[in-house]
C-alpha cells in the first residue's frame, strides 16, 4: 500500500508526496508537528498540515531570505531572527564570521527539539556562540526592541495561526524602531500566483511599505510551496537592493551555494508582469 502526504493549495488544487515512513508526530501547545520521511524530497517538517521546508529543497528558501541582504549591507554585525525554529536561517548566517551576534525569536520550543533531532542538515549550527535562542512570541519581543539590529530576518510560517501577528502594521513598525539607522529587513511574502494568497502578499507588502523607506519584492522558485513561485520582501532604511548591491565583496567570501548567485540577485528583483500588477498600486517607483 503507498502512502502520501497531501497539501491543499486552494479549494481546487492538492500537491502531493508519496511517504515512506512517518517519524514524528505530535501536538505542542500552539500546533501539530509532524516528520516524514519521503523518496523524492527527503524528510520534511509539516505543521497544522502544512509543509514547512523539505531537504531536498530547503538550500533554495534559506539561500535566498539570508544572502540577498547580506550582499547589500556592508557590514552586519547583530541579526534578530524571528521564527526559523528549523535553524536553516541560522545555518547559513553563521557562514559569515564578522556576525558577532544572532539573537533568534522562536514561540515554538518543540518545534526546534524535533528539528534537532530528525533535521539536522538544517538544525547543526543552533549551538553555534553566537546564537541566543528566545522562546517568545516575536510581535512581542520586537516591541522591546529599539536600535539594536543591523539584520532582521523574518522566516514566519503563513499569515494565520501562530503567525499571524508577524504581518501586521504594529510588527512591521517595531521592526523599523529595531533596526540600526541603516537596518534591512527580509521577510517570507508568499506566493503572488493563488488568489488568496496573492491577497495576503499584497496586503502584507502594503504594511511595509508603509514603513520602510525602501521596499521592494523579489523571486524565488520553490518546488513544494503553492505554485512554486515564491516571493520574499526586502525592506530597508536606507540601502537600495540593486544600487547597493556589492557583488565583488560577496563574491570574495567564497561561499558556495546551491542557489544563490550575485547574478541571480539582480534577476530575482525583475518580477514578471502579473506580480508588477498585483503590487502597482502599493509599491513605490525604483
Known sequence: MEFWFSERHTPNVKFSIRVDRQLFSGQSELQRIDVFDSPEFGRFLVLDGYMMLTEKDEFIYHEMITHVPLAVHPHVKDVLVIGAGDGG????????????????????????????????????????????????????????????????????????????????????????????????????????????????????????????????????????YPSGHWLFGFASKKYHPLKDLDDKRWNARGLSCGYYTTMLHKGAFYVPAYVEELLKDVEHEY
Not at 526546534?112 to 546564537?131: F, I, N, S
Not at 512591521?172 to 533596526?179: D, E, F, I, P, R
Not at 506566493?191 to 523607506?213: G, L, M, T
Open 89 to 224: 536561517v541560522i545555518r547559513e548566517l553563521t557562514r559569515y564570521p564578522d556576525i558577532e551576534r544572532i539573537d533568534m525569536v522562536e514561540i515554538d520550543p518543540m518545534v526546534v527539539e524535533v528539528c534537532r533531532k530528525y533535521l539536522p542538515q538544517t538544525a547543526y549550527k543552533l549551538d553555534d556562540p553566537r546564537v541566543s535562542i528566545y522562546y517568545a512570541d516575536g510581535l512581542k519581543f520586537v516591541r522591546s526592541c529599539n536600535d539594536q539590529y543591523d539584520l532582521i530576518i523574518v522566516d514566519s510560517t503563513d499569515p494565520f495561526g501562530p503567525g499571524e501577528g508577524l504581518f501586521t502594521r504594529e510588527f512591521y513598525g517595531n521592526c523599523y524602531k529595531a533596526l540600526h539607522d541603516d537596518g534591512i529587513m527580509v521577510n517570507q511574502h508568499e506566493s503572488p500566483f493563488y488568489n488568496e494568497d496573492a491577497i495576503a502578499c499584497q496586503r502584507a507588502h502594503k504594511r511595509i511599505v508603509e514603513s520602510f523607506p525602501i521596499s521592494r519584492v523579489y523571486q524565488a522558485h520553490i518546488p513544494t
